[in-house]
């Protein structure tokens, strides 16, 4: 059975770290780009931070930049989003995703134009406030 199952969400306040994981199973993720999505009520889903091994690149959306990390444990098969210094503009349901590295510019692809993806999480809610 192919599952990403994305755990770790919660409420916190603002200026506090949450630490988001998706587990995949019944696939590998060594040869998939990984990607985290949010969607905020009443908002677009929007791309957050993307990256391939292949092409060697990542992606934050600039909201994000310098707050959030991105990484991979390819042994254990799980995608991690670490997200510091949250504000309460962070709110929403967060989702993982993964897509075939052999897509040209996968990494543009998947948090730019939402494309090329195979494989989604079910979604975290995460909520920043006071």
């Known amino acids: 059975q192919l599952q990403v199952v994305e755990s770790g969400g919660g409420l916190v306040q603002p200026e506090e770290s949450l630490r988001l994981s998706c587990a995949a199973s019944?696939?590998?993720?060594?040869?998939?780009?990984i990607a985290w999505f949010r969607q905020a009520p009443g908002k677009e889903r929007e791309g957050v931070a993307c990256s391939s091994t292949n092409d060697g690149s990542t992606y934050y959306h600039d909201s994000v930049k310098g707050r959030f990390t991105i990484s991979r444990d390819n042994t254990k098969n799980v995608v991690h989003l670490q997200m510091d210094s949250l504000k309460p503009e962070d709110t929403a349901v967060y989702y993982c995703?993964?897509?075939?590295?052999?897509?040209?510019?996968?990494?543009?692809?998947?948090?730019?134009?939402?494309?090329?993806?195979?494989?989604w999480g079910q979604g975290a809610q995460v909520t920043v406030s006071s």
């Open positions: 995703a993964l897509g075939h590295e052999n897509i040209p510019n996968i990494v543009q692809a998947m948090c730019l134009r939402q494309s090329g993806i195979e494989f």
């Open positions: 019944g696939f590998t993720l060594d040869y998939l780009a």
